[in-house]
């Protein structure tokens, strides 16, 4: 095992319970909330993470697919919330995976900035957005991996993938060991 897996750490579970210094929403593009963990994210953090969004939204339209934005964490057990629009899978000929790729560099570089030591992504895009479990699963462990392994000087040192179903949990188990 090399020092970046050892900071890389798969776990079953809901999002909204972990206690790391940011939790990463897989977002739409209007940053108002929705479904999956979007929504759970929106219930479990309160109106605070709402109203950031907003005023997020009113300076800049939202936030593009494969960009992210930052908020409060409002009640949930991190002091940030990092939003990132995951593409939609639409066959894979629409540069799904580069935008991907682009999710988890947008979010590392963010937390770097906020000086984010311990962080928490869930299973960006593999839900309605109907992206490849496998194929999500390899992007984000070799994204974040690279991170970690490029960036010495970043104040990261624990990334929690935590996997809402067994599926993405068995996946991404086996590309981090």
């Known amino acids: 095992m090399t020092a970046i ?13 972990v206690t790391v210094d940011a ?11 929705g479904g999956g963990v979007d929504g759970a994210i929106h219930r479990a953090g309160g109106s605070e993470i709402l109203e950031e969004c907003k005023k997020i939204r ?3 339209g939202g936030c593009p697919t494969g960009e992210a ?55 960006i895009s593999t839900g309605v957005y109907h992206f490849p479990k496998p194929l999500a699963a390899d992007i984000s462990a070799e994204e974040v991996s690279s991170y970690l392994n490029e960036h010495k000087q ?7 993938f935590v996997c809402f179903d067994e599926e993405n949990y ?6 981090t060991n």
Not at 5 to 17: A, F, L
Not at 26 to 33: D, R, S
Not at 73 to 80: E, H, I, Q, V, W
């Open 58 to 60: 009113e300076k800049q």
């Open 5 to 17: 897996s050892e900071k890389i750490h798969v776990v079953q579970g809901d999002i909204t319970r």
């Open 154 to 160: 970043s104040k990261i040192n624990k990334v929690l």
């Open 69 to 123: 934005v930052i908020t409060t964490a409002g009640r949930l057990n991190a002091k940030y919330v990092i939003h990132t629009v995951g593409p939609v899978w639409q066959g894979g000929k629409h540069q799904e995976a580069q935008l991907l790729r682009n999710c988890y560099q947008n979010v590392l570089q963010l937390a770097d900035q906020y000086h984010v030591e311990t962080i928490a992504f869930p299973n």
């Open 170 to 175: 068995r996946l991404l188990l086996e590309k």
């Open 23 to 33: 939790i990463v929403n897989a977002a739409n593009n209007g940053l108002l909330g």
